[in-house]
């Protein structure tokens, strides 16, 4: 059975940064893109919005208009672990962040859009203080 974990999230001030984490198990097959998810509170599922998403197999890696610079996407293919660096974090940046990945070929055009994702994690909460 395939597992996503998030970890990494917490109560920050804004300007200060935080690291995510996710662990992916018990998949052996190959995923093409993987990626990080945000859900603003009262915002449904359908509204997910796309952070920053990365190619397995190369790293090419693309990022939301918001992120503008202050998180960085990266992966660590021999720990089976995904990444985000969040910096200069801001009060709107609080959500419940989901980890993705994708199991069949999709365009880069689609890499941040969450229904290209067919595997998620349960999410770890950003809250970000003014």
């Known amino acids: 059975q395939v597992q996503l974990v998030e970890s990494g999230g917490g109560l920050v001030q804004a300007g200060g940064s935080l690291r995510l984490s996710c662990v992916v198990s018990?998949?052996?097959?190959?995923?093409?893109?993987m990626a990080w998810f945000r859900q603003a509170p009262g915002k449904e599922r359908e509204g997910r919005e796309g952070v920053a998403a990365i190619y397995t197999d190369g790293g090419r890696t693309y990022y939301g208009n918001f992120v503008k610079g202050r998180f960085t996407i990266s992966q660590d293919n021999g720990k089976n672990t995904l990444y985000l660096q969040m910096n200069s974090l801001k009060p709107e940046d609080t959500a419940m962040y989901y980890c993705?990945?994708?199991?069949?070929?999709?365009?880069?055009?689609?890499?941040?859009?969450?229904?290209?994702?067919?595997?998620w994690g349960q999410g770890t909460q950003v809250t970000v203080s003014s």
């Open positions: 993705a990945a994708v199991s069949r070929r999709v365009s880069w055009i689609s890499a941040l859009r969450a229904d290209s994702y067919n595997y």
């Open positions: 018990g998949y052996t097959g190959d995923t093409y893109w």
